[in-house]
């Protein structure tokens, strides 16, 4: 997509954009991986020049994924003290930090001051003002520093159109202010395969198993989940063990007396290859979040075939359509009904499975990364 000349920039200039990439730093959960595959595809796209840079005080070194196409600028500093410097006084700008960009794209809610770069937010979810209970107390920062962002930046990015709207009313933004940039799913998912025998063995894999994806925090609701568990038994139902992958997060254990041995399984956090075996190779995925901005898991799982069981809302019923059984989030009993349902097996060649990948294939990282580019050239032009 070219450029139409704008302050200063035209077909030949390339555009200069510098990515928030301290997700890339950790753990990739949900917000990692949309980075990780932003850069990717941003690094090889013409007409740009791509940078990225962290803002904490872990090692410096460059993440190992990054494209090599892509900078990597940045001084080591407390994400904390930052935070508190940009919503006290303002400073310091980005550019200090990072160096000069054209665009500078805060992936991870919190936009910072600068001096010249356009500012591009990306905010995921409102679930610090939705449900305040269940959010860490860095997340709960967000309450002052996403209004400070938004007044901040030129465009605002969500990954769902539901969220664009929720985004819209509680800050009273115009809907050209924000453009909506869906996540997808990466085309390894659609030829990921069961765990082996070696894998299954490594990671303590069940012969047959239920999974659930996430970090485990209360926002996940895997209470209800333990909770629709224990209706099951208690009703006498055969139950597959549910295997929990994710790491760990913050909040109560879960409550796990009374089940029998083998019920429920902790594996940690997993990387790529190994969660997309157990998902593959699992009897359905079980999705019973509170409240999402978009919800990578469910879809990844219909791009393996599995069906899965997730939360009703406005983001489920958008990102997963018809392909996903939905149910009233804080509901045990509806639950373990749709628990109940689940297919004993399923044969690839079924309609179902079809349906599902070719529904998950709707979703692609060079359609976001597209959007997020109209994005940078909507910022240029406002």
């Given at each position: 997509?070219?450029?139409?000349?704008?302050?200063?920039?035209?077909?030949?200039?390339?555009?200069?954009?510098?990515?928030?990439?301290?997700?890339?730093?950790?753990?990739?959960?949900?917000?990692?991986?949309?980075?990780?595959?932003?850069?990717?595809?941003?690094?090889?796209?013409?007409?740009?020049?791509?940078?990225?840079t962290a803002f904490t005080l872990r090692s410096g070194q460059r993440p190992a994924d990054l494209p090599l196409a892509v900078g990597w600028h940045r001084r080591?500093?407390?994400?904390?003290?930052?935070?508190?410097?940009?919503?006290?006084?303002?400073?310091?700008?980005?550019?200090?930090?990072?160096?000069?960009?054209?665009?500078?794209?805060?992936?991870?809610?919190?936009?910072?001051?600068?001096?010249?770069?356009?500012?591009?937010?990306?905010?995921?979810?409102?679930?610090?003002?939705?449900?305040?209970?269940?959010?860490?107390?860095?997340?709960?920062?967000?309450?002052?520093?996403?209004?400070?962002?938004?007044?901040?930046?030129?465009?605002?990015?969500?990954?769902?159109?539901?969220?664009?709207?929720?985004?819209?009313?509680?800050?009273?933004?115009?809907?050209?202010?924000?453009?909506?940039?869906?996540?997808?799913?990466?085309e390894s998912w659609f030829r990921a395969k069961p765990a082996d025998a070696s894998t299954r063995q490594r990671i303590g894999l069940p012969a047959q198993y239920?999974?659930?994806?996430?970090?485990?925090?209360?926002?996940?609701?895997?209470?209800?989940?333990?909770?629709?568990?224990?209706?099951?038994?208690?009703?006498?139902?055969?139950?597959?063990?549910?295997?929990?992958?994710?790491?760990?997060?913050?909040?109560?254990?879960?409550?796990?007396?009374?089940?029998?041995?083998?019920?429920?399984?902790?594996?940690?956090?997993?990387?790529?290859?190994?969660?997309?075996?157990?998902?593959?190779?699992?009897?359905?995925?079980?999705?019973?979040?509170?409240?999402?901005?978009?919800?990578?898991?469910?879809?990844?799982?219909?791009?393996?075939?599995?069906?899965?069981?997730?939360?009703?809302?406005?983001?489920?019923?958008?990102?997963?359509?018809?392909?996903?059984?939905?149910?009233?989030?804080?509901?045990?009993?509806?639950?373990?009904?749709?628990?109940?349902?689940?297919?004993?097996?399923?044969?690839?060649?079924?309609?179902?499975?079809?349906?599902?990948?070719?529904?998950?294939?709707?979703?692609?990282?060079?359609?976001?990364?597209?959007?997020?580019?109209?994005?940078?050239?909507?910022?240029?032009?406002?």
């Amino acid at each position: 997509m070219a450029l139409q000349e704008t302050d200063g920039l035209s077909d030949t200039h390339p555009l200069r954009v510098t990515l928030d990439a301290t997700p890339l730093l950790g753990s990739r959960t949900g917000i990692g991986r949309y980075v990780q595959a932003l850069a990717h595809q941003l690094s090889a796209a013409p007409g740009l020049a791509l940078a990225a840079t962290a803002f904490t005080l872990r090692s410096g070194q460059r993440p190992a994924d990054l494209p090599l196409a892509v900078g990597w600028h940045r001084r080591r500093v407390s994400a904390r003290l930052l935070q508190a410097s940009w919503r006290h006084t303002g400073f310091p700008p980005v550019e200090w930090l990072a160096g000069a960009a054209d665009v500078f794209h805060a992936t991870n809610f919190v936009l910072p001051p600068s001096r010249s770069a356009r500012g591009v937010v990306t905010i995921h979810d409102l679930s610090f003002l939705r449900y305040p209970e269940v959010v860490s107390a860095s997340s709960g920062r967000y309450r002052e520093l996403v209004p400070l962002s938004i007044r901040r930046a030129r465009v605002i990015c969500t990954p769902s159109a539901a969220i664009a709207g929720e985004v819209a009313a509680e800050y009273r933004l115009p809907s050209e202010r924000i453009v909506v940039t869906p996540l997808g799913v990466d085309e390894s998912w659609f030829r990921a395969k069961p765990a082996d025998a070696s894998t299954r063995q490594r990671i303590g894999l069940p012969a047959q198993y239920l999974v659930a994806v996430g970090t485990l925090e209360p926002r996940k609701n895997l209470a209800t989940l333990i909770a629709a568990y224990r209706r099951l038994i208690a009703d006498g139902q055969p139950v597959r063990p549910l295997v929990l992958v994710g790491p760990a997060g913050w909040g109560e254990a879960l409550e796990l007396s009374g089940l029998p041995v083998g019920t429920v399984l902790s594996t940690g956090y997993l990387d790529q290859a190994d969660l997309q075996s157990v998902v593959a190779g699992s009897a359905g995925l079980i999705f019973p979040s509170l409240y999402e901005g978009f919800g990578l898991p469910p879809l990844e799982a219909l791009a393996t075939g599995r069906p899965v069981i997730a939360s009703d809302s406005s983001v489920s019923r958008e990102v997963l359509g018809n392909q996903a059984v939905l149910v009233t989030a804080q509901d045990p009993d509806g639950l373990a009904i749709a628990i109940s349902r689940l297919p004993s097996s399923e044969s690839p060649s079924d309609a179902a499975v079809a349906a599902r990948r070719e529904w998950a294939a709707r979703w692609t990282w060079d359609n976001c990364a597209a959007a997020t580019r109209t994005a940078y050239e909507l910022a240029l032009r406002n």
